[in-house]
């Protein structure tokens, strides 16, 4: 069983930044790709921005240039710097883990979320 746990989230002013962290325990066959998503009320749950196995990171276009994913390797651990923040950021951001559990079940896992709130 993989369990996600996120932490960073609070509230901030605009033009403020904000850490992510996402911690994965537990055992996958492959891990492919590890990021955050984010939901705000009334609507759909979108990409903020991901690491993938090859190496590559993926961001919304909402921000570029603004969020910057890492993380490790094994993909145990990844973190969301967030600058420049805005108050349409205000959301729950969720932290997720994608792979194979054995060689043919995939494996999509989701932290608790938490909440990021920009407002003056």
């Known amino acids: 069983q993989v369990e996600l746990a996120e932490s960073g989230g609070g509230l901030v002013q605009p033009g403020g930044s904000l850490r992510l962290s996402c911690s994965a325990s537990?055992?996958?066959?492959?891990?492919?790709?590890m990021g955050w998503y984010r939901q705000a009320p009334g609507k759909e749950r979108e990409l903020v921005a991901r690491?993938?196995?090859?190496?590559?990171?993926q961001y919304g276009d909402s921000v570029k240039g603004r969020f910057v994913v890492s993380g490790d390797r094994a993909m145990q651990t990844v973190y969301l710097q967030m600058n420049n923040l805005k108050p349409e950021d205000t959301a729950v951001y969720y932290c997720?883990?994608?792979?194979?559990?054995?060689?043919?079940?995939?494996?999509?896992?989701w932290g608790r979320g938490t909440q990021v709130t920009v407002s003056s």
């Open positions: 997720n883990l994608l792979g194979y559990i054995d060689v043919r079940q995939i494996g999509d896992y």
């Open positions: 537990g055992r996958m066959f492959t891990r492919n790709a």
């Open positions: 690491i993938t196995s090859g190496g590559e990171s």
